[in-house]
């Protein structure tokens, strides 16, 4: 596809100009929060027009900053703001998606190439989609703000599939988005080592006390151990293709290197769901594209898992009453629970199915079941099904599945319709893997590992509606768009 022409600014001044008024702005911000409100929204509102600026001389590497912006706005800054600009600083990453998307778009438009970046199987399921929650709200009678809310949630983070698709991403430029990607993972998975190792405080950080047993589970910088998990999850596949498929032996025994040091920190994570995301959607993935991958990743994963379970813990804090995390017990606690009944996920799931008894087609309408919409502006749904008393815990705000969140509230012909859009999205990259080489080959079968690893994980997260995750899964897939189609001579030059 044609790439989009750039703004271009001579040599580096430009870039560490820009680079330095965004720190600048940063830390105006940040200090600014300890003043008022005012002080902290007016030097965030510059920085985000200065990056939306700069998106038309640099759109790749801004469109890497907004994917991988939610992990500053919420789990780096906020701790170092106000508690009343905290909230607000959960904006940025939507702030940043919607000004450098306008400017992107607009600048597409003006030179003729917006067209090609829209042309893509895919976009007649998402109008569809659209249409069919639009259907939902007109017939349960969902308010109008509400509605957008619930579609806004869901849908917004599909913008940077097409902006990526935009903006053309060549090998070289998307196997270094796909490098920075897992680079920050990497060092994430560092912190957390350092966590397990010297103590679970390492750097200022803090670790949750798990609910079956679990001392603490770490999170690194990344603060909530399933979002770390689901991040760790969707770079592994990457590193574990690479450690198969990459031409150098060098650079496949540092792939398997790194792949170890991401599952270690996995098992850490005691992220059940990120676990079962990163067994299961590599396991398909590896199936479908390099039964050697699989071979190499359960090797990896057990001698990970054995790493976990004997390395020596907390050497710089040793607390008595503490007793070492067993990762056996804590998993047994939770399949023990689903048993007895007493898992929240399996009722919430039983308490569903008469909701959908009664709403099966188009559901109970966008923002009213199980999202960040419905808990925002409530619902009546959760008084008349009695999910309400299900919901007690303040902490618990979702139904912690996409996928059953994405049922009741769009109905089987919704729901089939958003199926249809990521498995449209998905299935070229898948054979444009099968028939790739070298560095193409490691990008696509990674994205195809990472995609499929979220949506197994999904199934007990709402990861593909918070944007932390959903930017990611989107973007990659919108690079893997782009690399599947492009000629061999082009791409495997890489």
């Not at 007895?340 to 039983?350: H, K, S």
Request: hydrophobic residues 55%.
């Amino acid at each position: 596809m044609t790439r989009l022409p750039t703004v271009r600014l001579r040599g580096t001044g430009a870039e560490i100009g820009t680079a330095m008024t965004a720190v600048l702005l940063t830390a105006a911000a940040v200090l600014g929060s300890h003043v008022s409100l005012a002080w902290f929204v007016a030097p965030a509102v510059l920085l985000v027009m200065v990056l939306a600026a700069a998106s038309l001389a640099w759109p790749r590497q801004m469109l890497v900053l907004v994917v991988l912006s939610p992990i500053v706005d919420r789990y780096l800054v906020p701790g170092l703001l106000s508690p009343e600009a905290e909230n607000l600083a959960h904006l940025l990453s939507e702030a940043l998606l919607l000004a450098i998307g306008v400017a992107l778009v607009a600048q597409a438009a003006r030179r003729g190439t917006l067209r090609e970046g829209l042309s893509h199987p895919m976009m007649p399921f998402v109008g569809g989609f659209i249409l069919v929650s639009l259907a939902s709200a007109l017939l349960n009678g969902v308010p109008a703000v509400q509605a957008i809310a619930g579609i806004g949630f869901t849908l917004d983070a599909v913008a940077l599939f097409v902006l990526a698709r935009i903006v053309g991403f060549g090998p070289r430029h998307a196997l270094m988005a796909i490098g920075a990607f897992v680079g920050l993972v990497v060092v994430g998975a560092v912190v957390a080592l350092g966590q397990a190792l010297l103590s679970p405080h390492f750097l200022g950080l803090s670790a949750l006390a798990g609910r079956f047993g679990e001392p603490y589970r770490l999170a690194s910088f990344f603060g909530d151990p399933n979002v770390f998990a689901a991040f760790l999850s969707a770079a592994i596949p990457i590193l574990l293709f690479g450690a198969s498929e990459l031409k150098t032996p060098r650079g496949r025994r540092a792939a398997m290197a790194a792949a170890v040091l991401l599952l270690l920190a996995l098992w850490l994570s005691f992220s059940r769901g990120g676990w079962l995301g990163a067994i299961g959607g590599f396991a398909i993935a590896s199936l479908l594209l390099d039964r050697r991958a699989l071979r190499i990743g359960v090797v990896v994963g057990i001698f990970a898992f054995a790493v976990a379970l004997v390395m020596p813990r907390d050497l710089l804090f040793k607390d008595p009453t503490a007793h070492r995390p067993d990762l056996f017990n804590a998993t047994i606690g939770r399949v023990g629970a689903i048993g007895e009944g007493a898992d929240l996920r399996t009722l919430l799931i039983a308490n569903a199915v008469p909701i959908l008894a009664d709403h099966p087609l188009v559901g109970v309408g966008p923002g009213r079941y199980g999202g960040a919409a419905a808990d925002l502006f409530g619902t009546p749904i959760y008084r008349q099904y009695g999910t309400d008393l299900l919901l007690k815990d303040p902490s618990q705000k979702t139904v912690d599945d996409f996928w059953l969140h994405l049922l009741v509230e769009s109905g089987v012909v919704g729901f089939l319709a958003f199926a249809a859009m990521v498995g449209s999205a998905l299935l070229p990259i898948v054979r444009g893997a099968r028939s790739a080489a070298w560095g193409r080959r490691v990008a696509l079968s990674g994205i195809v590992g990472a995609a499929l690893c979220l949506i197994v994980n999904s199934f007990s997260t709402m990861l593909l509606e918070a944007n932390s995750v959903a930017y990611l899964f989107w973007f990659l897939l919108g690079l893997g768009s782009i690399l599947a189609t492009q000629p061999a001579s082009e791409a495997e030059s890489a």
